[in-house]
């Protein structure tokens, strides 16, 4: 059932089509499968680390199996290329404008990460390049510095977090979906990292943060990155961009008990929304606007994210 007829703003709740109910099901079927995004759930992360490895190849095979058709249809194939695959095609295609330098020592653990990431499931070279080439290192507190490159979330302070790896390459493969993006804007800039990475990959971003403190943080970090196609605003997010949408892109970095009704309406048409939604237990939400007053919901795997707060501090 789509939206279609219906007026606008919709709870989400009524837009869930028979396809996404069924991800739905079957997503909760995989719910042993988790991706911690707190830096206090990756003290048990590491424990587990070795089992959770074999886990997360699992689910990332239910995860294909549960994704709309549209998402199915842009799947690369699955034999894993090397990273430096990844960076030579991109630079035959012309896409892959910047490539970061990265001090020598830092090298192998971020193409141990990539490696990792490519066992994990993610598959389009494109984002495996991108995250192959953003300095995570970069946007943690220099006493973190050893594991920049684990798969894990870290804390940057106020109470917030750097994304976990992982997710951060897993939501921007599913944003992207295969196409060039225009358009993209992200909600919780955080340090800044996942900002650098979509600015790889898309022509322009832009990043909303709440908090001063971290905006400024994050406009640090990436000053010496010299990245053109980034904008950062400080501001509720929650409200989304109103003078720049329509975005074909919008991924959140923070959960909310449901997507704001402003990043809905600024979404293109034909454009794809990611996000965490829920409280304790969190799902990765997947929305497809595909009309103007039509979306499509897709629930893939769980997840765990700061919340989505309003108004700013
Ligand atoms: N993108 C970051 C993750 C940051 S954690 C990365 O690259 O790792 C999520 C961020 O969302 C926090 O900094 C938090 O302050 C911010 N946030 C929460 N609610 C928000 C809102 N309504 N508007 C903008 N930012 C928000």
């Known amino acids: 059932m789509t939206a279609k007829g219906h007026k606008f703003p919709l709870p989400l709740s009524s837009l869930e089509n028979k396809s996404s109910s069924r991800a739905n099901r079957s997503a909760h079927s995989v719910t042993a499968v988790a991706t911690p995004q707190t830096a206090t759930q990756n003290t048990a992360q590491h424990i ?6 074999q886990d997360v190849t699992r689910t990332s095979a ?14 690369p194939s699955t034999r894993a290329r090397s990273e430096s695959d990844a960076h030579h095609r991109d630079h035959h295609n012309g896409h892959h404008k ?3 330098a990265l001090p020598l020592a830092l090298d192998a653990p971020r193409r141990a ?12 070279q494109r984002v495996l390049a991108a995250m192959g080439s953003v300095p995570r290192h970069q946007f943690i507190d220099s006493g973190l510095v050893a594991q920049a490159y684990v798969d894990a979330s870290l804390p940057i302070g106020y109470e917030q977090t750097i994304s976990q790896p992982y997710i951060v390459a897993r939501m921007i493969e599913i944003m992207r979906n295969g196409r060039a993006l225009k358009n993209v804007l992200e909600i919780g800039t955080g340090c800044g990292y996942q900002a650098a990475v979509l ?16 905006q400024e943080l994050a406009k640090k970090n990436l000053r ?33 008990m449901q997507i704001p009704e402003a990043l809905l309406q600024q979404l293109a048409i ?5 996000a965490p939604v829920g409280e304790r237990q969190q ?3 997947l929305i497809e606007r595909t009309g103007i007053a039509e979306w499509t919901k897709a629930v893939l795997e769980e997840c765990y994210f700061v919340p989505l707060c309003p108004g700013i501090i």
Do not use: T, W
Request: charged share 20%.
């Open 48 to 53: 587990v680390q070795n089992k959770k490895r």
């Open 62 to 75: 239910s995860i294909k199996r549960n994704l709309p058709e549209s998402v199915l249809a842009h799947a």
């Open 98 to 100: 910047k490539v970061m």
């Open 113 to 124: 990460m990539v490696a990792r990431l490519i066992r994990q499931g993610v598959s389009d």
């Open 199 to 214: 600015a790889q990959l898309c022509e322009n971003v832009y990043s909303i943060e709440r908090i001063k403190s971290l």
């Open 224 to 256: 010496s990155l010299r990245i053109a196609n980034l904008r950062l605003h400080y501001g509720d997010g929650m409200l989304g961009l109103p003078q720049v949408a329509p975005f074909d892109g919008i991924i959140l970095a923070a959960a909310g």
């Open 270 to 274: 034909g454009g794809r929304l990611i």
């Open 283 to 285: 799902v990765l939400q």
